[in-house]
């Protein structure tokens, strides 16, 4: 029986960047939902629980690292990992992202590939630190 389907989530406010990450990530055979701010990021969880999230730092509304710190203190969204995206690269940002529970930071610009290689990665080591 083939493993079911990883769901991410993507928040950022750059609509051709969303558009091809969505499609990237659905040729890997991911489900993928598009969202542009953190406000929509936090409805978008409460719909269906992603397995993974992608998260722009500088999103409108709900900041990403805002959100960050919001889904690690809560219960029940702080054990889906999450990789930041930014074109903020600067060392302290990077930092405050892994201390905030980042699991991989990435800086804009990127290759879409490297995103894939770091998602997949993300995912796998998520899977063998959950218990059965």
Do not use: C
Request: charged content about 25%; cysteine-free.
């Amino acid at each position: 029986m083939p493993p079911p389907q990883q769901h991410i989530l993507v928040a950022d406010d750059d609509e051709i960047l969303s558009e091809l990450l969505q499609l990237l990530l659905t040729n890997e055979g991911f489900s993928v939902v598009t969202v542009r701010d953190g406000d929509e990021a936090l409805l978008a969880l409460e719909a269906k629980r992603p397995n993974l999230i992608v998260l722009d730092i500088m999103i409108p509304g709900l900041s990403g690292f805002d959100l960050l710190r919001k889904l690690k203190s809560n219960q029940f969204y702080r054990e889906i990992p999450v990789i930041m995206l930014s074109s903020r690269s600067g060392e302290r940002d990077q930092l405050q992202a892994f201390d905030f529970g980042a699991a991989d930071f990435i800086a804009k610009p990127f290759w879409v590939e490297e995103l894939g290689v770091r998602i997949r990665r993300v995912l796998a080591r998520h899977r063998a630190e959950m218990p059965e």
